[in-house]
């Protein structure tokens, strides 16, 4: 079994700067992309960024040149650095991983709240 647990949300001003985290841990052999996804009230979960074990990265239009994914192979973390927050980015955040254990699938973690508000 794999879990990934996630860390970081809060309330912050516009304007301001958030960094979420997320561990995984369990039965992991491989994480290959690993992402971070996003859900306001009464909206669909959306991709906000992944990140392929070899470093490649992908961003939501809404998000380029505010935000930043990194990840750590060693230590199977990701992590997302949110700057210049809007009060648009308000949703919860869940990680995801693709992991192979004893078979390869996707793992969601429980989601943190991120809210923008003045």
């Known amino acids: 079994q794999v879990q990934l647990v996630e860390s970081g949300g809060g309330l912050v001003q516009p304007g301001g700067s958030l960094r979420l985290s997320c561990a995984a841990s369990?039965?992991?052999?491989?994480?290959?992309?690993m992402g971070w996804y996003r859900q306001a009230p009464g909206k669909q979960r959306e991709l906000v960024a992944v990140i392929t074990s070899g470093g490649s990265t992908n961003y939501a239009d809404s998000v380029k040149g505010r935000f930043t994914i990194s990840r750590d192979n060693a230590k199977n973390t990701v992590a997302l650095q949110m700057n210049s927050l809007e009060p648009e980015d308000t949703a919860v955040y869940y990680c995801n991983a693709d992991v192979f254990s004893v078979i390869r699938r996707s793992y969601w973690g429980q989601g943190t709240q991120v809210t923008v508000s003045s």
């Open positions: 369990g039965s992991i052999l491989i994480i290959y992309t």
